[in-house]
């Protein structure tokens, strides 16, 4: 399983609007199944500490709070070798203390354990 891209910028966001970060319906959170089986992965935005990030981008700061971010969904299905897209949407509170900042966030995707009650 994989996750693209790597890294993602977004620019020009106003304070107090809702914006897709990936404005291009060709565009999106790839999330890459390589297996021969289907797969739940679960998805959510976080600050950079909080999903295992320690270092960044100079000059850009963790986001204050991440909730200013949010997916479309928390669960993708993907199926067998191909991939699933998510979309990235952002709203940063309209404050004069978040104007003409660079905050860093996290998106982290794990593979949700298979339910395995009352399989013998």
């Given at each position: 399983m994989g996750i693209a891209p790597g890294v993602y910028v977004v620019g020009n966001v106003a304070p107090g609007q809702e914006i897709s970060a990936f404005p291009d319906d060709n565009n999106a959170l790839r999330i890459e199944n390589d297996t021969e089986q289907p797969i739940t992965v679960v998805v959510s935005v976080l600050r950079p500490r909080a999903g295992g990030l320690l270092r960044w981008?100079?000059?850009?700061?963790?986001?204050?709070?991440?909730?200013?971010?949010?997916?479309?969904?928390?669960?993708?299905?993907?199926?067998?070798?191909?991939?699933?897209?998510?979309?990235?949407?952002?709203?940063?509170?309209?404050?004069?203390?978040?104007?003409?900042?660079?905050?860093?966030?996290?998106?982290?995707?794990?593979q949700k354990p298979k339910d395995t009650k009352g399989v013998t």
């Amino acid at each position: 399983m994989g996750i693209a891209p790597g890294v993602y910028v977004v620019g020009n966001v106003a304070p107090g609007q809702e914006i897709s970060a990936f404005p291009d319906d060709n565009n999106a959170l790839r999330i890459e199944n390589d297996t021969e089986q289907p797969i739940t992965v679960v998805v959510s935005v976080l600050r950079p500490r909080a999903g295992g990030l320690l270092r960044w981008e100079k000059g850009y700061e963790e986001i204050p709070d991440a909730s200013w971010c949010r997916l479309e969904k928390s669960e993708l299905e993907v199926p067998p070798k191909s991939i699933g897209k998510l979309k990235l949407f952002i709203k940063i509170p309209d404050s004069p203390a978040h104007y003409n900042r660079k905050w860093m966030v996290a998106v982290v995707c794990a593979q949700k354990p298979k339910d395995t009650k009352g399989v013998t």
